[in-house]
């Protein structure tokens, strides 16, 4: 003979109980791997860095530098040219090359200029890439890019 199952209190509370305990550990773990995967700030004091933003888009816009970025064959390649399509060789190069989410991979190639782009050699994994670009111009105007930059 069967017997009949009867919902009680300690059978909700034990479901209400089961359910709050499986989304807050949940959130707890989502939290935990955000903190402890964030790469850190882009600038020390986003209100001081703020302050001078515009004069130093203008004096980098003035440059007419534009820069590509690409990957192929263990080689990093970085083209900068300017307003006419030439290319640049700047007073002074440097790029870190590192993933979105995390700063466990990032590194910082040595550039070498081959009279038409920078090219380094570095093997990078499949998957999407920044490259954040820091050149100075002869004439001391600072040129700072973030790039995206997708491996197959």
Do not use: C
Request: charged share 20%.
């Amino acid at each position: 003979m069967a017997r009949d199952f009867r919902l009680n209190g300690w059978h909700v509370l034990a479901i209400f109980v089961g359910a709050f305990g499986v989304i807050i550990g949940v959130n707890l773990a989502l939290a935990w791997n955000a903190v402890a995967t964030f790469p850190g700030l882009e600038v020390a004091n986003s209100y001081v860095a703020s302050q001078t933003f515009d004069a130093r888009r203008s004096a980098q816009e003035a440059l007419g530098w534009t820069v590509e970025a690409t990957a192929a064959d263990g080689q990093i390649v970085l083209a900068i040219t300017d307003a006419k399509g030439y290319p640049v060789q700047p007073k002074t190069l440097s790029a870190k090359v590192g993933r979105t989410t995390s700063a466990k991979d990032d590194r910082t190639p040595e550039f070498t200029f081959d009279g038409r782009a920078y090219s380094a050699s570095d093997p990078l994994a499949p998957g999407y890439w920044n490259v954040w670009l820091s050149a100075e111009a002869f004439d001391g105007t600072q040129f700072q890019q973030r790039l995206s930059l997708r491996v197959r």
